[in-house]
Structure formats: C-alpha cells, structure tokens
C-alpha cells in the first residue's frame, strides 16, 4: 500500500484520505465498504463496484459534535458486510479522530466495550486519537445510545 492505512482487525481498516488512484489496492484488501467520514465526496473510483462507499460528510471540531446518527448509519452498514466476510475502511483526512470514531464505534457494534476498542485502535494506528475528549465523548455516547438500542 502506497499511502497511510492500518490494519485494526482482521475486518477492519482505518486510512487518511484515499484517493481513487489506491480503488484496486483497497478492493486487494477485500475492502467491500468505504465508511468516508470527510465533509468532501471521495473520489469517483472510490463509489464504483465493486466497492460500496457510505458518504457521512462531517467536520472535526470540538464545537461540532459528530452525529451518533451518521455513526449509526456507519455501524449499520458496516456489520453486515463483516457478517459476510467482507471488509471495511473507514477514512477521514488524516485518519486520527472521525475515522478512528467510527472505526471504535464499528467494534462497539461487533461487541467491544469503547475503553477496549479506544485501546485496540491507538495500538494499532499511530496517528490515531480517539482519546481527544471530544472524540472520546462521542465514542462513549455511542456506546451508551447502542446498548440501549442495538441495532
């Protein structure tokens, strides 16, 4: 792989900003699902099957709060794709805050409490910080909302 991309588990990945260029590398990975958390519109090689792209465009910054909607949407695509075997990426511009809370909150949904997916994510990708409070925040808020209504 040419650009920045981690390998959190064996279904899922967290990268910076993907240009099409990387669209059959990303697919080699059998990456079925591109979660694309940047308020910008990923490439067009990146939309093309056979690779599915889920666009949440929102902003990093803690007067912004991320949606636990668009986390939601995220989750809900991305759990029965890994039932499938498939894989999934999820990428904002730099892959250290929205992309690593929608990557937590994917692990949230396969089980994981958030404390162990945080810890999980950072180990496995440098950049990534899930521990900034207002990702964290909503990484926890996601959790509490997805316990009570999984699914």
């Known amino acids: 792989m040419s650009y920045d991309i981690s390998q959190i588990t064996d279904y899922l990945?967290?990268?910076?900003?993907?240009?099409?260029?990387?669209?059959?590398?990303?697919?080699?990975?059998?990456i079925q699902l591109i979660?694309?958390?940047?308020?910008?519109?990923?490439?067009?090689?990146?939309?093309?099957?056979?690779?599915?792209?889920?666009?949440?465009?929102?902003?990093?910054?803690?007067?912004?709060?991320m949606p636990l909607f668009a986390l939601r949407r995220g989750v809900q695509a991305a759990l029965p794709v890994i039932q499938r075997g498939g894989n999934v990426l999820s990428h904002c511009s730099y892959g250290r805050h929205r992309s690593v809370a929608m990557a937590c909150c994917v692990l949230i949904g396969?089980?994981?409490?958030?404390?162990?997916?945080?810890?999980?994510?950072?180990?496995?990708?440098?950049?990534?910080?899930?521990?900034?409070?207002?990702?964290?925040?909503?990484?926890?808020?996601?959790e509490a909302d997805w316990k009570v209504n999984p699914g």
């Open 35 to 65: 979660l694309s958390m940047h308020w910008r519109q990923p490439d067009w090689d990146l939309r093309q099957p056979p690779l599915q792209l889920l666009w949440l465009p929102t902003i990093d910054s803690p007067l912004i709060p």
């Open 110 to 142: 396969r089980g994981m409490g958030a404390e162990e997916a945080m810890q999980l994510v950072k180990a496995r990708r440098a950049a990534a910080d899930p521990y900034v409070p207002y990702i964290r925040s909503r990484i926890l808020k996601f």
């Open 13 to 30: 990945y967290i990268s910076a900003w993907p240009s099409g260029k990387y669209a059959e590398e990303i697919h080699s990975l059998n």
